[in-house]
Structure formats: structure tokens, C-alpha cells
């Protein structure tokens, strides 16, 4: 038999100090190198490796993230380097994944696992639903799940049906799972490590279309910073971000729908129309104080996402600024979102996806005579 | 054509087909191989269970000759000792009187709902009574009396039927799963206890629980696949009851029966008869022996019925009838092993009466505790959905704390304006 692993979670009792060595390692190995372009996947990828190398209990499994590293490369290398132990193939079977995860999480282990693709997480949704986010409740606590279920999601790669879906309002719904989607990178390496090290189960929304993305990053300096301030930073979780500072509007946007947003600001400042964009973040928690800041000061506002509209997380958003920001409206806010129709055929997404001239037209609507 | 359980081999399979014996020797690990070795069967005969399900004490009380107990080679079942057998008949005794306890409470409006394992006491204290104090176990919302005989306080193990909260036990500490609800689905964690364990390199094994029905469900394959595949100790335990609420077996399932499943996973199935607690901690034992010393998991299939209905809310009568019934009462599990331990000399006056005592003992706790108005903490509803709470959390937490008060205020003021 191969040697064993010990684990070091703290979730259910188990207590560690690797976290903190990890930490002054990858301080130490910082370089002044710079920033470089560096892909969504990378930051993934070694946002992944480094929660590995700081905790032993950090295990990640799925279909096909072994040997190959994963459909989309997410996982590569890692069972190369943590040993098929801790980086391992399951069996074709997502309800088998995701409920095996929560046995680990039970009994000491952080699970990181892949769902394929978003619409082939769907066989696990009852496990999702009626154990990963209820155990921590049912238990008054004294069982936590510190588990990440990575889920490639949404469209605009040209994929076949069942590939594209975006199912991020499903978890939303559910009370007692966090929803995290970088948008950027740097956020990419952050918030997935943020979610390894959470103790409550994070559904892990990852914008396909953005996986090989490059942002301008010092990578080094990302890892030594989340290692150094591993007690008292400033977590992601429940903060949005400005990605770009505006005065007229307010473009709300998470995920997928980000760079569309900053690219639909970028063309109205052309025409003198100044655009703030709020990226969300994580959608649950939810940070309502930045979104109503944002849409206090503009008195306009539009909230932007790939999904249907009807029921979605783009409704929920509307609803809370509505309830927060009433008398500062200049306009009603307004939607660009996915039509309410089944994700489409790859010669017809570019209908579908909510594109700049769309977001401007919404913009256009916001009653600027007045 | 040989079964395999070990996925290492699978890449010599592409090449050249090996001859069968040395197929055998690379494919099968554990208990299959010994078997091979020590009986001279073949791997498929140690797999599939024996051609009769294993019973050792007969519906009379009397043990049966060990020829007809359905011992085969292979599947041979040593006799439990008369200490193990009368704290068993102990705890039979005292989960029969819960059972009924709880009934009658449930019919007081003292509990919401309580499926009741009357009937299936056996298979109740067996799974409790196989496992080591490390061991872990995966029970059904039909398995309270198991989980209080793991140790489990019979009030913290009825919480979930009294209405106050979802769970009343903290399973860390007893190593007892809460008691699951949307069928099957336990499993899975079963599976994951199991291999986390294993990494660590515990010898931890994992009982998991589940009814006929629940056989139907997709994770009752998932989770007897992915335990063979990454080759876990867990014992998946199968209470055959007959009925899925009112859905009889031959609806669920028309395979030889529950416990052949077992070889399409490569892993060896067997059945007992369900309300021989004799048969059953002789083939519970030796299932948690085997796969402590890696034999992977194990598919027992226990042949039990349910004699009262599905839960209060359920009326039995419209789907069996009373005749099958009766022939049931007659294989009650308690009366037969009360007159094979009192034959034996095992049991006397003086033991019934000690044991009927703390039965009592036992009743009386469940009637005091769930007789009690619990207070329960509205901000209970908060305090628990996630470690790490978010703000809405927070604002609705104040939004029913506001409520709450302004209605106390009420109430005083409603008690002054009487006055």
C-alpha cells in the first residue's frame, strides 16, 4: 500500500501549523520579477497547489483531473506532484464526487473537486442541496464541510449544448452555500484560496470563457501576500470590487460578465458618458454596501449577467437596490441579461451573450433628459 | 471472465489476456484471493452469496444443525459467544421497548413522527454491536434504535422526530452519521469516512444503512462503486423490509435478490435471515473482521419485515394483507432468542426481569424527555447555516428579534390594559 497522509484541517478538530510555514515559504520565494501576463488557469492551477503544499488535508478529485489535468487544464500537473493520494480520477459519477466529498469533509479532509462542466454538476444537485448545505445547520455546527466544488460555468466558447449553462442561481437560491466567481486573475488566485481555507462549502464558479484570459500579475508577489496575511486579511468574501471608477452609471456584474462590462464603460467614455463597474465577487455573501454605494452616487444603474434573467441572481440584485437606493434613482435600473431561452447553438450564443452594444442601449434608456 | 476491483491492473488488461488463474491473481486482493486459496472456489463463487441466506437460530428458538445454516465454504460463520449474544438479546429487549415507546408518544402528539423498526430489532442492534469504538455508522431516519445502541442519549437521538431541531446528536463524537433522510444518499458519506480513514492510514470501518428500496436509487450504485474502485472498508448493510412505504420488493428489483448486487461491484454480497440476531453478528462480525484486515467493502442483505406501518401518517392496510402479517409475527426476532438463550441456560427469571427493568428504565427517560416543552431560540434559525455568518444573515436575525420583542411588548401592554 502507498504511505499514508495526515491531516492538518482545523474544520473538525484537527489543528495545524502548516498553513503559516506555507505561508513564510512562499513569502521567501517571492521575486521582485514583476508583473507578467498570466492566464485564469495558471492562477487556478496554482492557487490549488499552493493550499496543497500548506495542508496536507487539502485533497482534489474529480473525473479526469488526474493524469490528464482536467479537460481544461485546471488540475495539471498536481497528482504529478502530490502523488494520486491527494490528486486523484473517480469513477464517471458526479452525485458519487460530490457525496464522497462530504464523507472526507466529515472525517478531516478539505475536498476540492471538479464538476466537468456546469450542466454535469446536475446529477450531484441533491447531495449539493440536501447535505452540503444543510449539514453545518442540521448540526448546530458541530459538523463543518470545508469543501470547494469547482464548476467551469457559463458560455461564449462556441461549446454544445449542456456545456454552456449557467447555473450559478441555483446554488444562490439554496441557503447555506457561499458562491464565489473571480472575474480577474488576480481574484482567480485569491478567492480559490479563500475558499479552500473557508470552512463553510463553497460552490466555485469558474468563467470558462475567461480560463486563458491574461491579466498583468505578479504572481509571487499574490502568493506571499496571501500567505503573510493569512490571519487579518482582508478576504474577498462578501466585497465587491470597483473595477473601474465612474460618475454617470453603475454597471453590476459578476463572472463572464465583468470584462463585457468594462469594455462596454471603456466605449462610453468615448462618447463622455463616465461608467463605474462594480464586480460582485461573491454572490453569496452578497455585498450590498458597495453595490448601494456605487448606485447612491450614480443615480443609474444596470445590472449585467450571461444567465436567463427570469428568477436569476440579476433579478435578486435589481430587487436589493431597489430596496436600498429608491430615492437616488434617476431611472429604473434595467437588465441585460440572457434571453429566457435554452443556452443556444454555438451559431447563435452571440445573440444570446449580453454584448456592449446591448449594455449601451440599456445605458441609452437610463432617462438622461431629465 | 474475471471481476475486478483493483483499478492499478487495469492497464495490463489491453495487452495480451492472461491466462485465467494468473487473471486472478492480479485482478483480486484481500478476501477473494484467500478465499480462492483456502476453499479452492473461484472468485465469483466467494462474491456471490451463498444459495441460501444464513440462519442459525430458527423461528422456534432452536439453533439448527450447522449443515443447514447455509454455510458454505467460503462463507462459513462462526457461532457468536453467549456474552455477545445476551447483551444483544439486552438491547433487542430495550429497542423493542423504544419502538414502542416512541409509537405511543407519537400517538399522544408528544413526537411529530416516528418510523418505528418494530420488527427489525435485529438488524437494529447487529449493526450497532459489530462495530469497534472507532467504527463509524451511516443510519437511515428508521434506525434510531441502532444509533441509541452506539451510545447515542435516546432524547439527542429522537430530537429530529420531536420537532425542535434537525438533529439532536453530534455525530463527531459518536461517530454515528445523522440519521438520513433523502434515501441513499448517506452512503456516499459512508464512502468518504471510509476513504478519508484510509489515507490516514486508520483502520477505521464504515457501516452504512439502507432499506430495499433505497437499492432503486442512483447512489446506492455510486457509493457501492466508488468503495470497491478505491477498495474502502464500508459494509453496506441492506434492511430488506419487504416494502418501500407500499411498494413491495418485486417493484424494486427483480434480481436474484439484494445481496447478488454486490458481485457487479466485484465485491462479495451475502443474506441473512433479518430477525436471527444470531446469524446476523455472525455475519456482521466476520464482515467488519474482513474488511478491517482489506478486504474492501461487503453487500450484506438482511431478510426482515416491517411490521407496522411506514410512519402514523401511513395506513398499511391498503397494500398487505393482515395474513402476511401474521406469518411475520411468528418470526419475531425477540420471542426466538429469549427461547434459544433460556434453553441454553444463558438466560433466567432473573435476567428477563433485570433486562425488562431497564427497558423501562429506557421508556421512562423517552416519556420525561419528550413529555418536556423544549424552549427552542428562534435565533437558533441563524446561528448555524454557515461558520462564517454573512450580513443578510444578520439583518434577518434583527428583523426577528425586533418582531419578537415588539410582540412581548404587546403582551405586557396587552396585561396592563386587562388590569
Request: hydrophobic share 40%; net charge negative.
Amino acid at each position: 500500500m502507498s504511505p499514508t497522509i495526515t491531516t492538518s484541517s482545523e474544520a473538525n478538530g484537527n489543528v495545524s501549523s502548516a498553513t503559516a510555514r506555507a505561508a513564510a515559504s512562499a513569502a521567501a520565494n517571492a521575486e521582485e520579477a514583476g508583473p507578467q501576463p498570466v492566464t485564469m488557469a495558471k492562477a487556478l492551477n496554482t492557487a490549488m497547489a499552493d493550499a496543497m503544499h500548506a495542508d496536507d488535508s487539502v485533497l482534489v478529485f474529480g473525473e479526469d483531473v488526474g493524469m490528464l489535468g482536467g479537460v481544461f487544464r485546471i488540475t495539471d500537473g498536481l497528482m504529478k506532484t502530490f502523488g494520486e493520494q491527494r490528486c486523484f480520477d473517480t469513477p464517471l459519477a458526479e452525485s458519487g464526487i460530490v457525496g464522497m466529498a462530504v464523507g472526507m469533509a466529515i472525517n478531516g479532509m478539505r475536498p476540492v473537486i471538479e464538476m466537468q462542466f456546469d450542466a454535469f454538476a446536475y446529477p450531484a444537485f441533491e447531495q449539493i442541496v440536501s447535505h452540503v448545505a444543510k449539514m453545518h445547520n442540521r448540526t448546530k455546527g458541530r459538523v463543518k464541510l470545508p469543501m470547494v466544488i469547482r464548476v467551469p460555468y457559463a458560455g461564449g466558447i462556441g461549446g454544445v449544448e449542456h456545456h454552456c449553462d449557467s447555473s450559478e442561481s441555483y446554488y444562490a437560491h439554496t441557503a447555506g452555500l457561499k458562491v464565489y466567481t473571480p472575474a480577474t486573475v488576480a481574484d482567480a488566485y485569491r478567492m480559490l484560496r479563500e475558499a479552500i481555507d473557508s470552512d463553510d462549502p463553497v460552490m466555485f464558479m469558474e468563467p470558462k470563457k475567461l480560463y486563458w484570459s491574461k491579466d498583468l500579475v505578479d504572481l509571487d508577489a499574490l502568493r506571499a501576500e496571501y500567505g503573510r496575511q493569512a490571519d487579518g486579511r482582508e478576504a474577498t468574501e462578501g466585497r465587491a470590487a470597483v473595477a473601474r471608477s465612474g460618475t454617470d452609471a453603475t454597471l453590476i456584474a459578476y463572472g463572464p460578465s465583468v470584462p463585457t462590462a468594462l469594455a462596454a464603460a471603456a466605449a462610453a467614455a468615448e462618447e463622455g458618458r463616465s461608467l463605474e463597474v462594480i464586480d460582485i465577487r461573491t454572490i453569496v455573501p452578497f455585498d450590498d454596501a458597495t453595490v448601494a454605494a456605487s448606485v447612491r452616487k450614480t443615480g443609474r444603474a444596470v445590472v449585467i449577467a450571461e444567465a436567463h434573467g427570469f428568477a436569476s441572481v440579476s433579478s435578486e440584485i435589481v430587487a436589493r437596490i431597489q430596496e436600498r437606493c429608491f430615492h437616488y434613482l434617476a431611472a429604473p435600473i434595467r437588465r441585460v441579461t440572457g434571453f429566457d431561452v435554452p443556452y443556444p447553438a454555438p451559431k447563435l450564443e452571440h445573440h444570446y451573450l449580453p454584448g456592449v452594444d446591448r449594455i449601451l442601449d440599456a445605458v441609452d434608456d437610463l432617462q438622461w433628459e431629465d | 471472465m474475471t471481476i475486478s476491483a483493483d483499478r492499478s491492473a487495469r492497464g495490463e488488461m489491453s495487452g495480451d489476456q492472461p491466462a485465467p488463474e494468473q487473471a486472478e491473481a492480479t485482478y483480486l486482493s484481500g478476501a477473494a484471493v484467500d478465499a480462492v486459496r483456502k476453499f479452492g472456489i473461484t472468485a465469483e463463487d466467494y462474491m456471490l452469496p451463498a444459495r441460501h441466506q444464513i440462519q442459525m437460530v430458527d423461528q422456534e428458538g432452536n439453533l439448527k444443525h450447522h449443515s443447514e445454516q447455509g454455510a458454505e465454504p467460503g462463507h462459513e460463520y462462526p457461532l457468536p459467544g453467549d456474552e455477545e449474544l445476551l447483551a444483544a438479546y439486552e438491547q433487542l429487549v430495550v429497542g423493542r421497548r423504544v419502538n414502542d415507546q416512541n409509537s405511543a408518544l407519537v400517538r399522544q402528539g408528544r413526537m411529530a413522527v416516528y418510523p418505528s423498526s418494530h420488527g427489525q430489532e435485529a438488524c437494529q442492534i447487529a449493526a450497532a454491536l459489530c462495530l469497534a469504538e472507532g467504527d463509524w455508522m451511516f443510519p437511515t431516519y428508521r434506525d434510531a434504535v441502532a444509533v441509541m445502541a452506539r451510545g447515542v442519549d435516546p432524547i439527542e437521538a429522537m430530537t429530529i422526530f420531536r420537532g425542535d431541531w434537525h438533529g439532536g446528536y453530534d455525530p463527531l463524537k459518536h461517530k454515528v452519521g445523522i440519521q438520513c433522510t433523502p434515501l441513499t444518499t448517506q452512503l456516499l458519506h459512508a464512502v468518504g469516512v471510509a476513504h478519508a480513514a484510509k489515507l490516514r492510514g486508520e483502520d477505521t470501518v464504515v457501516l452504512a444503512m439502507c432499506g430495499d428500496g433505497a437499492t432503486s436509487e442512483g447512489d446506492f450504485h455510486e457509493a457501492l462503486n466508488f468503495a470497491a474502485v478505491f477498495h474502502l472498508p464500508v459494509i453496506f448493510f441492506v434492511q430488506n423490509n419487504q416494502y418501500a412505504i407500499s411498494v413491495p420488493l418485486a417493484h424494486q428489483s427483480v434480481a436474484p435478490s439484494l445481496a447478488h448486487k454486490a458481485v457487479g461491484y466485484g465485491m462479495a454480497g451475502e443474506r441473512v435471515d433479518g430477525n436471527d440476531v444470531v446469524a446476523l453478528l455472525a455475519v456482521l462480525d466476520r464482515a467488519v473482521k474482513l474488511a478491517r484486515e482489506g478486504s474492501g467493502p461487503l453487500l450484506v442483505e438482511a431478510h426482515t419485515y416491517r411490521m407496522q406501518a411506514h410512519t402514523n401518517a401511513d395506513d398499511a392496510t391498503r397494500y398487505r394483507q393482515d395474513t402476511e402479517v401474521a406469518q411475520w409475527v411468528a418470526r419475531d426476532p425477540l420471542t426466538r432468542m429469549k427461547k434459544y438463550l433460556t434453553d441454553k441456560g444463558v438466560l433466567d427469571d432473573g435476567g428477563d426481569a433485570r433486562i425488562a427493568e431497564k427497558a423501562e428504565a429506557v421508556a421512562t427517560q423517552l416519556r420525561t424527555g419528550l413529555g418536556e416543552d423544549v424552549r427552542v431560540d428562534p435565533q437558533d434559525l441563524f446561528k448555524h447555516v454557515f461558520a462564517t455568518p454573512t450580513p443578510q444573515l444578520a439583518q434577518q436575525s434583527a428583523l426577528l428579534a425586533d418582531e419578537l420583542a415588539r410582540d412581548a411588548a404587546g403582551a405586557i401592554s396587552e396585561e396592563e390594559t386587562d388590569k
